[in-house]
């Protein structure tokens, strides 16, 4: 099953996180197959490919709690 997750990058203390698509299986800072966007909480800046999204989430894909909360307030239709 794909799930789109968040995968942490950034520096210590400083967090930044790419929304991206992988196989629920992999692990949370691995590989991944495709980076839909991008989430940075201490300045809330994000970055989102909606349209790659959306078809990800038309073929099956999952989205995590988090990542649900995020799509929701940004304004993304969830089908």
């Not at 909606?50 to 969830?78: C, E, M, W, Y």
Request: charged share 30%; aromatic share 6%; glycine share 6%.
């Amino acid at each position: 099953m794909l799930k789109i997750r968040l995968k942490r990058c950034g520096r210590k203390k400083r967090p930044s996180y790419r929304i991206v698509l992988v196989p629920s299986q992999w692990r949370r800072d691995g590989k991944f197959i495709e980076e839909l966007g991008f989430y940075d909480p201490i300045i809330n800046q994000l970055k989102l490919k909606t349209d790659q999204i959306l078809i990800r989430l038309k073929t099956g894909a999952q989205p995590s709690p988090t990542v649900k909360h995020i799509l929701k307030r940004s304004g993304v239709n969830l089908p």
